[in-house]
């Protein structure tokens, strides 16, 4: 009898580990209405779209499910990724460090969803928002298994906004194709998303990752599979231009210094996997791709 017994409990721990870990789809279906992303799942079209849920905690365990569950919806057209969330909270104390886009993630509530859209574990998107609305994007290098490859420079145009509720909140986000690359004809994109709840002291996870791994490593995703396949790859052509003018004058010596400086930047996609950036008359300035770096001594920053 206890020979059957234990039997049964290493079945049972066997099926349970195998649960925990088995390869975790959802299908995101094709739709032709709209969507706006005013923050509340207010849509009717809302209903039709399957879930991304059962969330892992991460911290401050990595083998149980999350306390404060968190729902994800996703529908796309030929134009648009849309998103909606939901996530539980403890109440409405959510903590933010700034208001400021891109802002960090470390310490403040947010929602971020991962996508590997060339199904490769090396390079992906990162979208988040937080319960205020302000949002973020950024991109992971390297599979993700250094602080290193997070960056948080990378820019590019999408729309989102969050409503609060008494015990959760809403938000809603819509990402243009166009801004995302991906190979022609794909049906699936690895997927993952997390979560950073302050109020139950909470990180969780929609596939679950252990706890010694970052929690945007590219190695714990799921599947994201699309009704119908996607399109071509499309990244609009952007251009950036500028006018930089300068006038001064010594009144002492009576000369006058006018100057005007005309420039720009422009981006061009070559195919589904690169992009040409091009500068005509550089004014040198910062700009939204350089990180900013303060010097407080003597010497140059190299």
Partial sequence: MPRILLCSLLLLSISVAKAQYENKSFT????????????????PIWQIAESANEFWEYFPLDSVQARKQSEIKMLYDDKNLYIGIKAYSSGKNYATQSLKRDFRGSGSDSFSLVF????????????????YGVRREAL??????????????????????SKIYNDYFTAEMIIPLTSLKFEEGA?????NSYRIETQSNERSTWTRIPQNQLIYNLAFMG?????KPLGKSRTPLALIPYINGLSQKNFET????????????????????LNLDITINPDFSQ???????TNLDRKSVV
């Avoid at 599947?223 to 009704?227: G, L, R, T």
């Fill in 116 to 131: 590997d859209t060339f199904n490769d574990g090396t390079n992906a998107f990162l979208f988040g928002i937080n319960p």
């Fill in 223 to 227: 599947d994201m599979v699309f009704e």
């Fill in 187 to 191: 049906t699936k994109w690895r997927f």
């Fill in 287 to 293: 700009v939204e791709a350089d990180d900013q770096v």
């Fill in 140 to 161: 992971i290098a390297n599979g993700g298994t250094s602080r290193d490859d997070f960056n948080l420079s990378w820019d590019v145009k999408w729309r989102g906004d």
């Fill in 28 to 43: 995101i279906k094709h739709i032709s209405e709209t969507i706006v992303a005013d923050g509340q799942l207010d849509e």
């Fill in 254 to 273: 009576e000369k006058s210094i006018n100057t005007l400086k005309f420039g720009g930047d422009s981006k061009v996609s070559i195919g589904n996997t």
